[in-house]
């Protein structure tokens, strides 16, 4: 079992910037993709970015290019989201995931291993 943990949310005013970060625990491994997703209130959970395990990958939404940028550090088992350049529309739950399967976590988001997701607010 891998259990994981975001961190990072808040409130912050359009143009600001967060940073995310997602512990990993338990029976952890650099060979994990990891991602994140985020839910806005009344929509359905939507792809943000992922990462391969050695982090020589990446992947974005369309949505976040160019102003949100996804790390990991796998000796500190965690894995961040930078957030740049926030909107209003940037407004969700952003939740963390880990699977073994790139493919699969970018293009249909399913994963092993989910966060509990912590709060983004991004105020106009």
């Known amino acids: 079992q891998v259990q994981l943990a975001e961190s990072g949310g808040g409130l912050v005013q359009a143009g600001g910037s967060l940073r995310l970060s997602c512990a990993a625990s338990?029976?952890?491994?650099?060979?994990?993709?990891m991602g994140w997703f985020r839910q806005a209130p009344g929509k359905e959970r939507e792809f943000v970015a992922v990462?391969?395990?050695?982090?020589?990958?990446?992947n974005y939404a369309d949505s976040v290019k160019g102003r949100f940028t996804i790390s990991r550090d796998n000796a500190k088992n965690t894995v961040y989201l930078q957030m740049n350049s926030l909107k209003p529309e940037d407004t969700a739950v952003y939740y963390c995931?880990?699977?073994?399967?790139?493919?699969?976590?970018?293009?249909?988001?399913?994963?092993?291993?989910w966060g509990q997701g912590t709060q983004v607010t991004v105020s106009s």
């Open positions: 995931a880990a699977t073994g399967d790139f493919a699969a976590l970018w293009r249909r988001g399913i994963a092993d291993y």
């Open positions: 338990g029976r952890t491994s650099s060979r994990y993709v």
């Open positions: 990462i391969s395990g050695s982090g020589g990958t990446t």
